[in-house]
């Protein structure tokens, strides 16, 4: 398993994070189109921050079941925590803020979040 760097713009915010990167998911709703996030999906337990969680901000919308998380300095959004349909706890990683990935290696799966 390969572990994998990762921050905001400003180094405020870092991480690690444990996985293989196979695949990506580009959603349309109203906040990730703005955003511009590739998402990776890991267990939380996965995603290491090596930043206090108080250094974070926090926000939600519609349904308020995700946590969009962000750097309150620079803005960047390195992830957000929601639960998968069985209830397991989940991070959906911004692999646009991970160290070394050749972004356009990674396969991305489109996700229409407007309709949902």
Request: hydrophobic residues 35%; neutral net charge; glycine residues 8%.
């Given at each position: 398993?390969?572990?994998?760097?990762?921050?905001?713009?400003?180094?405020?915010?870092?991480?690690?994070?444990?996985?293989?990167?196979?695949?990506?998911?580009?959603?349309?709703?109203?906040?990730?189109?703005?955003?511009?996030?590739?998402?990776w999906f890991v267990p939380r337990t996965s995603l290491r921050l090596s930043t206090?969680?108080?250094?974070?901000?926090?926000?939600?919308?519609?349904?308020?079941?995700?946590?969009?998380?962000?750097?309150?300095?620079?803005?960047?959004?390195?992830?957000?925590?929601?639960?998968?349909?069985?209830?397991?706890?989940?991070?959906?990683?911004?692999?646009?803020?991970?160290?070394?990935?050749?972004?356009?290696?990674?396969?991305?799966?489109?996700?229409?979040?407007?309709?949902?």
């Amino acid at each position: 398993m390969t572990t994998h760097q990762g921050s905001c713009h400003c180094g405020r915010v870092t991480f690690e994070v444990d996985g293989e990167i196979d695949s990506a998911l580009s959603c349309n709703c109203s906040i990730c189109q703005r955003k511009g996030s590739l998402l990776w999906f890991v267990p939380r337990t996965s995603l290491r921050l090596s930043t206090p969680e108080s250094d974070l901000a926090s926000y939600t919308f519609n349904k308020h079941v995700i946590q969009h998380r962000f750097c309150p300095t620079c803005g960047i959004h390195p992830y957000g925590e929601g639960k998968a349909p069985n209830g397991d706890a989940m991070a959906a990683v911004n692999i646009r803020c991970i160290e070394g990935i050749d972004l356009a290696a990674v396969p991305v799966h489109h996700f229409d979040g407007r309709a949902k």
